[in-house]
């Protein structure tokens, strides 16, 4: 139990779902009040601040409301008498504890605010954290576009619950309660018969929570969509306006849009629903009222005063009502963007060691790289026996530069991928400067490869900063002279601001010699034992080749260097060439 009876909640919870077999009933039912549950657990110790706050802010706020129809009552019943000291006394009193209320209420709305704010940013760095401990696995079989739609769209209707939807669906129950009890004193009677008119109201706004809940599943999931969309549209952008595709993207996204609109369409009627029977109900109950105030008065069941102090809190006491049976059903479709979130939370995380093999004994420590008996395939193999490499042995020694050369879709490029830890193997063994990877975490792992891959990544920023990237703690002259091994220096320097100069996104403002020469130098940079270039000069210009050909003989023999190559005047420079096939 968090904030209210958990019996209230599945006697509200009872009223929604109208299809379906009575398990998938309950089903539904727990299932949406454990993601409740699980959606406050997030914010772990602290959850118990946040509660208390909305409880204290709710309860303040609906004690001002409380004083202000004791005023009334007051006014009501001592002022034909004449008293008017007692009349000044009773004023001033319940003045001080409505000041009192709203001071309460002032500082509690500051601590929730603040406690929203911060398990947001909490939810924020899970899914950052998870991103970036995601298989490699996962972004191949995934559209960037549906990842960026559960930060920029899940994630932040996740965060309105904790900003604003919990708070509004807490505030109308505690406040009706704190309404009902001066209420029940004041008439019981009356009370009861406006309780039950209310109730009937509130079970025919909560039949909307479960269509509301199933639109914005909807809504998220079209959302990821037309972000896909649009992420290929603008990635694509060049090659969209020369093959005239840019078109057929764009009537994508224009066909999602129109199913976005369709489906919100029908979140509009059902608040249109809500708004007309809550409107409509809202006048119901004050005919109700007034009738059944007149009798009760007439009978002697209560005063005039009494009469006038519950008009003033029944006016609230509906309004709380109206408010509940509103927000309510629109909790449990954002808590639909919650359970996406969760979802994506619970993929499986890439292991911190290799596993799934026996550790094997260390290697010779001769050799830079050792790959023994290696057995691989993708999961969408197509060779007959499954496996892209079969047995596959490579040794390379230190200080050796090899190129590995051989047909398209023999394995080169996957070599690469299990060398960087990308990848479990099924069987055989990897060492890396005679040390057995399996005694490793990912991370010593990937300290020991330097990589510098086909089409190199350039992060938003200047070219020092990209350089930068290979060893944070560098100095602005390791960073240069990183530059200079990469034959980069000249260019560099040559630029607008020099090693300041913005290279625009993914290194838009550089040529591709320019930018692989820099992911050279950040290589460089980081000090690695290996440097692994997968088919680095395959889209240069012969010049350009040239350049970064004459920075891996600079390289020679500092380092071990493995090429994956296709051009002779690469494979040229190898001590040795290993031919898959």
């Given at each position: ?28 039912k727990?299932s ?9 657990r ?6 118990v ?6 409880v204290?802010?709710s309860?303040?706020l609906?004690?001002?409301?409380v ?29 001080a ?10 500082f509690?709305?500051?601590r929730?605010?603040?406690?929203a ?8 760095e899970?899914v ?31 965060g ?15 406040q ?7 209420m029940?004193?004041?008439s ?9 008119v209310?109730?009937i109201m ?7 929570a ?5 639109v914005?599943?909807?809504?998220s ?5 037309m ?19 840019g ?15 369709r489906?919100s ?58 408010e509940?049976?509103?927000?309510f ?11 996406n ?30 790959m023994?008996?290696i ?13 892209l ?11 050796e530069?090899?190129?590995i ?10 070599v690469?991928?299990l ?14 400067e ?14 020991n490869?330097a990589?510098v891959p ?10 020092m900063?990209?350089i ?9 002259e ?11 220096h ?16 993914r290194?838009?403002?550089l040529?591709g010699?320019q ?22 000069t ?11 050909n004459d920075?891996?003989k ?7 260097i ?19 096939g």
């Amino acid at each position: 139990m968090l904030f209210m009876p958990e019996n209230v909640i599945k006697g509200i919870f009872h009223l929604w779902e109208n299809e379906g077999s009575m398990e998938a009933k309950m089903k539904k039912k727990i299932s949406t009040w454990n993601l409740l549950v699980r959606t406050i657990r997030v914010m772990g110790k602290r959850s118990v601040l946040y509660l208390v706050s909305i409880v204290m802010l709710s309860a303040s706020l609906a004690m001002f409301g409380v004083f202000s129809a004791l005023l009334m009552k007051c006014v009501v019943d001592i002022a034909p008498t004449g008293d008017m000291r007692r009349l000044i006394g009773t004023i001033l009193a319940i003045v001080a504890g409505g000041g009192i209320s709203l001071l309460i209420y002032r500082f509690f709305c500051v601590r929730y605010n603040v406690e929203a704010k911060r398990v947001y940013g909490v939810i924020y760095e899970k899914v950052l954290d998870l991103e970036m401990k995601l298989p490699y696995a996962y972004y191949e079989k995934h559209h960037s576009g549906e990842i960026m739609s559960k930060v920029s769209f899940d994630l932040g209707r996740m965060g309105d619950i904790y900003g604003s939807r919990l708070r509004r669906t807490m505030t109308p129950f505690l406040q009706v309660v704190v309404f009902l009890v001066p209420m029940l004193l004041l008439s019981w009677q009356l009370t009861l018969c406006l309780v039950a008119v209310n109730g009937i109201m509130l079970a025919i706004d909560m039949l909307m929570a479960d269509p509301m809940r199933r639109v914005s599943r909807s809504l998220s999931g079209i959302n990821s969509q037309m972000t896909q969309r649009l992420s290929d549209l603008l990635q694509g952008m060049e090659q969209a306006r020369m093959y005239r595709t840019g078109e057929q993207t764009v009537q994508s996204y224009i066909k999602e849009n129109d199913k976005y609109v369709r489906k919100s369409r029908r979140g509009i009627v059902f608040n249109a629903i809500l708004s007309s029977s809550s409107n409509g109900f809202d006048l119901l109950c004050m005919l109700v009222f007034l009738l059944l105030g007149v009798f009760f008065v007439q009978k002697g069941f209560t005063t005039l005063g009494a009469l006038a102090a519950i008009y003033t809190l029944y006016g609230r006491f509906s309004d709380q009502f109206l408010e509940l049976g509103k927000y309510f059903p629109e909790l449990i479709a954002y808590l639909a963007y919650a359970q996406n979130i969760f979802d994506f939370l619970e993929e499986e995380r890439e292991p911190e060691h290799m596993g799934g093999l026996k550790a094997a004994d260390n290697g010779n420590s001769d050799m830079a790289v050792s790959m023994q008996d290696i057995d691989f395939s993708y999961e969408t193999a197509a060779q007959q026996d499954g496996l892209l490499l079969n047995q596959f042995c490579m040794n390379i020694r230190q200080g050796e530069c090899v190129a590995i050369t051989g047909a398209s879709g023999c394995g080169k490029t996957t070599v690469s991928k299990l060398l960087l830890g990308l990848y479990p193997i099924k069987s055989g063994s990897i060492c890396i400067e005679g040390k057995n990877v399996l005694s490793m975490t990912k991370r010593e792992w990937r300290k020991n490869i330097a990589y510098v891959p086909q089409e190199p990544y350039l992060f938003y920023g200047s070219v020092m900063e990209n350089i930068r990237m290979g060893r944070l703690d560098a100095t602005d002259e390791e960073v240069m002279e990183a530059a200079r091994l990469a034959n980069a220096h000249d260019f560099i320097i040559n630029l607008e601001n020099g090693y300041d100069t913005e290279v625009g996104e993914r290194g838009s403002r550089l040529s591709g010699g320019q930018r692989q020469r820099i992911a050279i130098a950040r290589a460089i940079l980081k000090r690695a034992p290996v440097m692994l270039l997968d088919e680095a000069t395959s889209a240069l210009d012969n010049e350009s080749e040239q350049l970064v050909n004459d920075a891996m003989k600079k390289l020679q023999r500092q380092m071990t260097i493995i090429m994956i190559a296709h051009r002779p005047s690469t494979i040229a420079l190898a001590d040795r060439v290993v031919e898959m096939g």
